[in-house]
């Protein structure tokens, strides 16, 4: 995960945004419900009043003495039910307070109508919402201008605008901490196709340069291409090598024994002893040349087919016939007997060639380090769900050297020295077991010789 | 005695003082600390009880109680800004309208917010007593007829015995008292009814007074037979006991149609010196232990609104009290009592 975030976390980053729009979102109500609320409640407490001032202007009547005034009790209680708020009022009469607080603020316009108007001042201590309704009435010999005025504080309105906001932040603080496990989940719902190719990715072997498969969101599809483009650049630069390797070893292998070929013609034909042993060293020096060639074609092909593997079932019996047909005469030259024992068939699965690749490894190793005329034997059997074959020789055996050192790249013992050998062998054997899901070991026998057992998965 | 000429030396002092007319003034407690100024229309006897058990709790504090009438507590707030920290009055529309045009400061405590919606105005007026309005009958002068329940029961009653009470009937001036035009207009306003009785009261040369004593006095004497319109409170404090196994001659009457509850409100001014300790003692008024005390000690109904009879209708502290006082509608008002008092 960290190896694709080089700059902090991609998640923190997602869940923070959202976070943000969320608590943005939660602002933004807030504000909209309280404006809202504001103006809903503004409006609802204005029609009250104006319908109020207007009752009161309505209930003006002309007599003989001027003008009766008469206000109705309820109108003043309902108009003090809804915030409690308090109560101002005053009847000009041409021009003249009559009543009411004299020193209430006058519209700045004049009202035309007689519908209510409404306009805002600071009263006293405080801020009023004023209605207003201009009327003219006759009074003995002309119309006369009356003018009725309401003003209401508005904490009723406050205080409705305030609940209902109150009510919003509740719902966008319950919107945001909503937000805050929504935000993770879906953080973690976007990441999770990177979080299981990174898994399915790291889950590869070693050797595993496939192109990455993996079903993936089409925002990861460029990651992938640019993953699949390096592991290709990787595979293919692997592939030169080896084929370079097998390339080189053929190219060596084949004048090799044209040179082995020559030398042995010399040999035969020249009498100088000192020639014939500078031939000889040449023509041992040649062999081994050529079998580290062979071998370094035997370990990249080994290489190359443990990538692709192939899996069919092999019967280990089999190979092993086939493979000790194949060393008869160089086994006859040395006059050791070379025996196949035991269960047959044994059947494992994987591909054939690189077990008979193994096998042959193994028998060329008891051959080479086994004294004349003994006897190198080739025992089939089965162990716990494997099928094993011990190659076991009465050579030299390993003398204390440790195994993991003979299975290493171009290493071998100390004891070998009279020996031709690549120091490939083994390490051939143990590549092969690795890539088929088994196991070797190289044991040392109590009667002298070396026990090398090869595990393979039975089946 | 001593503290009687103290009280009225007292008195004659705060007149010097301030403007408006002081009834009465005594200094509760000798605490050391601060001192609390209530400016109340409750009578000193009537509150001292409460005040004493306020300061017992509080010893530090000492209490200076200014007793004045409706008008001189609303003159003192209203134009003199003279400084108290908590103002007493049973004239609700007086004490709504100094709420109402800014005098009473906000105060927010656990016990005013608790009071039921009809007996606070905002953070700012509380009521603290609630007293039925009520008609005071004489036993002997209504011997041999039935006691009157309701206004349709006493309209029939004077009408159908002018004789037995001619000019035995009181009520408040309405002119003279805030209380009586209170009462009378939160009358008029409940039922048609009043103006028949007040019709029916001028023709039987009704007199009127301007304070509840006078008329229970007169009961007393035999001069009335009957008072409509006295605050409860009053007559059962002031009523004398009947003799040992007879049933005292004044009888209280709540009117079953309906019958008008006035409240007896309090508000923290806007420039009391101290309004954290004018609140204190509104709380202490409104506890249990003030309850109380209101209840049994002060014999004033307490406000307790499970206990809210269903004929009583308490008068809502909301600016509709502020229509009465309009003084062109007052003026109609008083003419129109006038022309049903005075009939040729």
Redo the contacts between chains.
Sequence with gaps: MRAFLPNGSLRAKLVVQLLVVAAALAVLLYFTVRTTADRAAEATQDAILGAATTSIAEQLRATEDGI???????T??M???IG?????YRIDIGGKT???YDDLPLPEVQPASLAAAFYTAPY???ELRIAVVARSMIVGKGPVPVLVMVGQTR?GQAAIADSLANRAALVGLGFFLLAVPLSLLSAGSVFNPINRLAEAVGRRGPRDLRPVRHPAPRELAPLIGALNGFVARLRGALSQTETFIAEAAHHIRTPLSTVRTEAEIALRQSNDEGTRVRLRSMIRGVETSARSASQLLDHAMVLYRSDQLESVEVDLATVAQNVARAFEPTAELKELDLVVEGEAPLLTTGDPLLVESALRNLVDNAIKYSEAETEVRIVLSRAVGMAVVQVLDQGRGLQGVPVARLTGRFTRGQNVGDVVGSGLGLTIVTEVAAALGGRFELTQRETGGTCASLFLPAC | MRQLILAGLLGLYACAAQAFEVEDQRVFGTGSGAEIAVLSTTDTEIFAPLIEAFLAQNPALRLRYVVASSQEVYRAVHDEGAAFDLVISSAMDLQMKL????FAAGYASDAVLGLPGWAR??DRLFGFALEPVVMLASRRALRGLEMPRSRRDLIDLLRANPERFNGRIATYDPHVSGAGYLFATQDA?QTDAFWRLAEVMGRLNARLYCCSGDMIKGLENGDLALAYNVVGSYAQTRLPDGAEGELPDIVVIEPEDFTVALLRTAFVPVGAARPELGGALLDFMLGVQGRALIDGVAELPPLDQTALAPHLRPI?L???L???L????RR?FLGEWDAAMTQP
């Design positions: 009766e005034v008469d206000l109705a009790y309820a003043f209680s108009l003090g039910a409690q708020d308090r109560l101002f009559v009543t009411g006293l201590d405080t904490l | 709420a109402n045009d800014g105005w905002r306003r809502r909301d600016p509709g502020l229509v009465y309009d003084q062109i509608k109609n």
